[in-house]
């Protein structure tokens, strides 16, 4: 049998000790959450755009709501530029992909759902894990676009929990 730590605990460990990310002993904060009704006119394509995140966050979790009220209905969870920065799409299934939303969803964690954003990528900064070589300083619109047509009117709640990167 063989003993195994983490990167956090090999650091800690080391002979000088190694310092470990300043996020990765950050206190949690939480965006919004961003909450809104949908309706049966909303439609496949909708884009639904719930909170903005910095670009040197680390995202620890997505957690998405919903009311049982919704009969159907799925979303990709994704990240777009803000509208101050032209509103374009930068993955649009960076967290889930057709999350089914229909039935009713209590903080349902949605943030490696589509394994684009991976858990090896956990401990990186946004700009990190979507694959830029540098930090634009800028925020991101955490949006949802709706991949199947709401089946009835409701409530969905999205909010992300992170850190930030420059802790």
């Given at each position: 049998?063989?003993?195994?730590?983490?990167?956090?605990?090999?650091?800690?460990?080391?002979?000088?000790?190694?310092?470990?990310?300043?996020?990765?002993?950050?206190?949690?904060?939480?965006?919004?959450?961003?909450?809104?009704?949908?309706?049966?006119?909303?439609?496949?394509?909708?884009?639904?755009?719930?909170?903005?995140?910095?670009?040197?966050?680390?995202?620890?979790?997505?957690?998405?709501?919903?009311?049982?009220?919704?009969?159907?209905?799925?979303?990709?969870?994704?990240?777009?530029?803000?509208?101050?920065?032209?509103?374009?799409?930068?993955?649009?299934?960076?967290?889930?992909?057709?999350?089914?939303?229909?039935?009713?969803?209590?903080?349902?964690?949605?943030?490696?759902?589509?394994?684009?954003?991976?858990?090896?990528?956990?401990?990186?900064?946004?700009?990190?894990?979507?694959?830029?070589?540098?930090?634009?300083?800028?925020d991101y619109d955490v949006v949802a676009t709706v991949t199947t047509d709401m089946g009835a009117a409701g409530t969905i709640v999205v909010e992300v929990l992170y850190v930030d990167?420059?802790?």
């Amino acid at each position: 049998m063989a003993d195994i730590d983490s990167t956090l605990i090999s650091n800690r460990a080391a002979t000088p000790r190694v310092a470990n990310s300043p996020w990765t002993n950050a206190r949690l904060k939480t965006t919004g959450p961003g909450q809104m009704e949908v309706s049966t006119a909303t439609d496949a394509a909708d884009e639904l755009r719930f909170c903005r995140i910095a670009s040197n966050a680390v995202v620890h979790g997505v957690l998405v709501s919903s009311d049982a009220a919704i009969t159907s209905g799925a979303m990709d969870v994704g990240v777009y530029q803000t509208d101050d920065n032209g509103g374009a799409v930068v993955d649009a299934d960076f967290f889930a992909s057709a999350l089914a939303v229909g039935g009713g969803l209590t903080k349902s964690d949605a943030t490696h759902e589509s394994a684009v954003y991976g858990i090896e990528d956990r401990d990186k900064p946004l700009w990190e894990a979507l694959g830029l070589s540098a930090d634009p300083q800028i925020d991101y619109d955490v949006v949802a676009t709706v991949t199947t047509d709401m089946g009835a009117a409701g409530t969905i709640v999205v909010e992300v929990l992170y850190v930030d990167g420059g802790a």
